[in-house]
């Protein structure tokens, strides 16, 4: 049973069909490949393995001399591929099983793509063991073995941050940066062949960076040991400077196969080029469509001019989806085909729907996440799911904080896929929390500690002065003994005084209020004057991240209880790593799109598909056009950065085998939001504020008047959301009633739908609106009209609940409604 809070088009769908991708046709290798070919024996020994090839996959396997690009869509079945190719040159071109090297990315994959060939019919395993198959850094690691490297390997990511703080502390810069975003970015450079002869040092920033690049490789250098990224870049400067090394790989490897290349970044893709120069027997297999790792290095480029690079070069595509339902793949295809670089390919299915993706418009990610909870409780409830069946995906990490505190609080079963710190301790987030906690406790050094940057003291330094004068002398608020801390200015003293008095008032202000004092105050202006900053994270990032913060904030009365709650989250996050290494746990999983990437769940929610989510605000402001053409460099950064925003869009949606789920919440950050331009495209959905202001868009990106709302609907008809609006509704097909008493559209008005044309006296298309009274949620701020429907099956909050847009209680009452009703 499917809850009529769900719908099958999104908010403001102008189009009457669905998006479906045609069936794919029946006819494996058991037709196409007859008993009289050559080859027959192969294939029929797959067969009775269970693995049967389609027309382009069984071209792929065929593929003996000569580059080769494989275009794997998603779900293509591309693994098979490659495995069966290895054995095909084996068992029927009779290659050396030692002559094959299969390279990819994880050691997992490689391991199963190993066992997977061995167990091939028609091959000894024994033989077939001798097929090399290894992640990128596995090899090269192999490789400098045998050449004398004995460096050891600094594979700890913490140990590798415990390095670089601590010569930040040397160099007096602890607080200015942060060793996880400083080891990302020297990655990145080394990745693309640049090395510290060639980082730029025309700002102090720069200088700064570099010198401490050049400590961290000194301390390798010293203490014998190697990062995974002086793999690749010992094994490149070794092959290139011993021909006869290199000319023994490139005998030795005379077939080299690659899996998930769209990941593949400059440095490897060299080290490739040079195994392969003299026969060029290199298959690749990949998906343009998936290349979103564009901050590790991979390039889309490389398979958009692979047949350049290699002249001649035979290009295959799988684009058979084995996966996801049709209406999954139809949406997927619809949504990247408006992606101007690419290579144009259009998947099928082999899997008839029985169920079409389904859409919310919440009014924010606390409601979003509040009925995609009860969706997911109520299928396992009734036995039709189970947890584990579900993943929750999300652009980045603050996009998370809602549903984890849901679950948390709700006592769902889950895993959060993070990597790094919960968002409460994220470095943008941590000093804010660490004045709270002092607030309370004025004496917390640990919470003192993590504040001091703000004032612009060095936190060791500081702290180890903070405890000499309050041993013999403890004060009840240790942060006055600063007044007297050595080589003061007078404005650092005054600045003090005027933040030891606001934490002390932080205490008796609401947590939302104490937040937006501390931004108001200091935080924010500290922030963006902060330019090594600029290094550690996009500035709308931080905004965002600050922003959700607030949201969070506004459900508590007091900040020992938002204190708590926090200070609760960060013991259950660190009780997550135990469950993460648990892969068949019955638990929901949350995880990044980028953490997403190359796996599938049976049913998958993507949250935040709207304007300034996904697309991030980032990739909107990455280059704002204008009428100038050609395009500029920004310009063209601008396009690309979109254009790798949708990519993440199709992975997120191809994910999905059989249910999909895709949220786009009203409000975000205080502010209106439009659908994602990701489902505008695909569904003609009218720009809201464009149309009300009456401008002509036409279906794209706008590019030409920098438009970044959208950009999408019927240019040639007139506005249908200015009719409603003469109606009283604000959005066409919005669902959202009008408060008579404002004359708008109570936009926060409970779950509902594009599909439930609904305002009391209004028509829509000629056709007369059915209202229904209901138990609802009524604000009671006095310039707030947001209201929800009164939910029957979750538990209802003791003494109401907070008004999700402006925080203030919700009471009990009656709303006049439209009916929800189900699309036919």
């Known amino acids: 049973m499917t809850s009529n809070l769900f719908y099958k088009r999104p908010y403001g769908s102008n189009r009457r069909d669905l998006p479906f991708a045609e069936l794919a046709s029946s006819w494996t290798s058991r037709e196409l490949v007859s008993d009289q070919a050559a080859d027959a024996a192969f294939f029929r020994g797959l067969e009775a393995k269970g693995l049967f090839l389609n027309r382009t996959q069984i071209e792929a396997v065929r593929h003996r001399e000569g580059p080769l690009l494989t275009l794997a869509g998603a779900g293509s079945g591309k693994t098979s591929v490659l495995v069966s190719r290895a054995g095909y040159l084996m068992a029927v071109g009779k290659a050396d099983p030692s002559s094959i090297l299969l390279v990819t990315f994880s050691s997992k994959a490689a391991t199963e793509m190993k066992e997977r060939i061995m167990s091939l019919p028609g091959l000894e395993a024994k033989e077939a063991a001798k097929v090399t198959a290894r992640t990128f850094h596995s090899f090269f690691l192999y490789l400098l073995r045998t050449r004398g490297f004995r460096q050891e390997i600094l594979s700890n990511a913490r140990h590798q941050q415990f390095i670089v703080k601590r010569i930040l502390r040397e160099m007096g810069l602890r607080d200015g940066y942060e060793a996880e975003t400083l080891l990302s970015l020297w990655s990145a450079h080394r990745m693309n062949m640049t090395g510290l002869n060639e980082l730029p040092a025309n700002t102090p920033t720069e200088v700064e960076q570099k010198q401490i690049f050049a400590r961290y490789e000194a301390w390798k250098e010293e203490n014998g040991q190697m990062d995974f990224d002086d793999i690749l870049v010992l094994s490149h400067r070794l092959l290139t400077s011993d021909s006869r090394l290199l000319s023994s790989l490139q005998r030795r490897y005379r077939y080299v196969m690659v899996d998930e290349f769209q990941d593949t970044g400059l440095l490897p893709y060299e080290l490739l080029k040079l195994i392969v120069r003299p026969h060029a027997n290199l298959m690749v297999v990949g998906d343009d469509d998936q290349t979103i790792y564009g901050f590790n290095g991979a390039r889309n480029e490389f398979i958009l001019e692979f047949d350049q690079t290699f002249p001649g070069a035979k290009v295959v595509t799988l684009g058979v ?58 299928e396992v409830g009734e036995e039709r799911k189970n947890y584990g069946d579900y993943a929750i995906l999300y652009r980045t990490s603050n996009n998370s904080r809602a549903v984890f505190e849901q679950m948390v609080m709700k006592e769902i079963p889950f895993i959060h896929y993070e990597q790094g710190d919960l968002f409460y301790e994220q470095w943008m987030v941590k000093p804010v929390m660490d004045h709270l906690r002092l607030s309370l406790d004025r004496r917390n050094f640990k919470a003192m500690e993590g504040i001091l940057n703000t004032l612009y003291i060095n936190r060791d ?108 989250l960060i013991d259950i996050h660190r009780e997550m790593a135990a469950r993460k290494k648990d892969d068949s746990a019955d638990a929901v999983k949350l995880m990044t799109i980028h953490k997403a990437k190359g796996l599938e769940f049976p049913s998958v929610c993507l949250i935040g598909a709207s304007e300034g989510i996904l697309p991030h605000s980032s990739s909107l402001e990455a280059g704002r056009l204008d009428d100038n053409h050609p395009l500029t460099p920004k310009q063209q950064k601008g396009i690309d950065a979109l254009e790798e925003e949708r990519r993440l869009a199709y992975v997120a949606v191809t994910r999905a085998k059989d249910e999909l789920i895709i949220s786009s919440p009203s409000f975000y950050r205080g502010r209106k939001v439009e659908v994602s331009r990701f489902l505008q495209s695909v569904f003609r959905i009218e720009n809201e504020t464009a149309a009300a202001k009456g401008q002509r868009n036409v279906k794209g990106e706008s590019r030409a008047n920098g438009n970044r709302n959208g950009g999408y609907g019927n240019a040639a008809k007139t506005s249908s959301f200015t009719r409603y609006r003469e109606g009283g509704l604000a959005g066409s097909n919005s669902g959202y009633p009008r408060d008579s008493r404002t004359g708008h559209a109570s936009i926060n008005s409970g779950y509902f739908g594009n599909d439930s044309t609904n305002s009391p006296g209004i028509t829509v298309n000629a056709e007369p609106v059915r209202t229904e009274t209901v138990r609802a949620w009524l604000c009671s701020g006095p310039a707030c009209r947001g209201w929800q429907r009164m939910d029957s099956v979750l538990p209802q909050a003791k003494g109401g609940k907070a008004c999700p847009l402006c925080g203030s209680p919700m009471k009990p009452g009656m709303k006049e409604a439209a009916v929800s009703v189900r699309r036919r």
Not at 333 to 352: G, H
Not at 509 to 526: N, S, V, W
């Open 321 to 378: 989806n084995y996966r996801s339902l049709s209406s999954i793949v139809g949406l997927g295809n619809e949504i990247i085909e408006e992606n101007k670089r690419r290579r144009p390919k259009k998947l099928l299915s082999t899997r008839k729907s029985g169920s079409v993706p389904l859409y919310l418009r919440p009014g924010d990610p606390d409601e979003e996440a509040e009925v995609l909870l009860k969706h997911i409780v109520q």
């Open 461 to 568: 330094k500081g702290m180890a002065f903070i405890h000499e004068k309050d041993a013999p002398r403890p004060k009840k608020g240790p942060l006055a003994h600063l007044l007297t801390y050595p080589g003061l200015q007078d404005f650092q003293v005054e600045q003090i005084r005027e933040r030891s008095k606001m934490i002390k008032s932080l205490k008796g202000l609401e947590p939302a209020d104490a937040i937006r004092e501390i931004r108001l105050r200091f935080y924010d202006k500290y922030l963006e004057a902060d330019g090594s900053q600029e290094l550690t994270m996009h500035k709308e990032f931080i905004q965002e991240g600050l922003d959700e913060l607030e949201a969070s904030a506004k459900r508590f009365k007091d900040v020992a209880s938002f204190v708590g709650f926090v200070d609760r």
